[in-house]
């Protein structure tokens, strides 16, 4: 036990408490920091789980692009073609192709990319590009599902008719 200039065992009035407030703010702080490090390191995790492609494009040079507001997607046997869904990276909302009859009996899926509009932003929005290859010729259906994070149910489905010729 400390003796102090009182002569007892005791800190003086006005000074109790004082190591132990200390130390509850230092502690404090110590959290604070780990809780706003971890958060961080969430964050810039989050961010760094898509990969983005900062090409203007993906699409090769003469490959037909066709939109959500397209519905009617015609090609022709030995092409490639795109289907371009916008997309928002920040919000962890993605577009999955979810089948259709034409997936992997006349077309099948050569390359998924996101493409930002703005390349130095951080969870711009931009477009995820669907590449196909024509494999047979025939009409069937592609279809979309934009998935919320961590869902498997669709918040919006696209689908394009498609004919190989």
Not at 62 to 86: C, E, Q, R, W, Y
Not at 128 to 145: M, P
Request: charged share 15%.
């Amino acid at each position: 036990m400390s003796t102090y200039a009182n002569g007892t065992g005791r800190a003086p009035r006005g000074t109790r408490g004082t190591r132990r407030a200390r130390g509850m703010r230092t502690l404090a702080a110590v959290t604070g920091g780990a809780l706003l490090l971890t958060t961080g390191g969430l964050v810039l995790a989050g961010c760094g789980a898509e990969q983005v492609n900062n090409a203007a494009s993906t699409a090769p040079d003469g490959v037909k692009t066709f939109t959500s507001g397209d519905t009617a997607v015609s090609v022709t046997l030995g092409s490639k073609f795109v289907i371009s869904l916008p997309e928002t990276a920040g919000t962890g909302y993605q577009w999955k192709p979810s089948g259709g009859t034409a997936a992997g009996i006349y077309v099948d899926l050569f390359d998924d990319a996101f493409v930002a509009d703005n390349p130095d932003l951080a969870g711009s929005s931009g477009v995820r590009n669907f590449t196909y290859d024509t494999a047979k010729a025939g009409s069937g259906t592609l279809t979309f599902e934009l998935l919320p994070p961590g869902s498997t149910k669709p918040d919006n489905t696209e689908s394009f008719d498609v004919t190989v010729k």
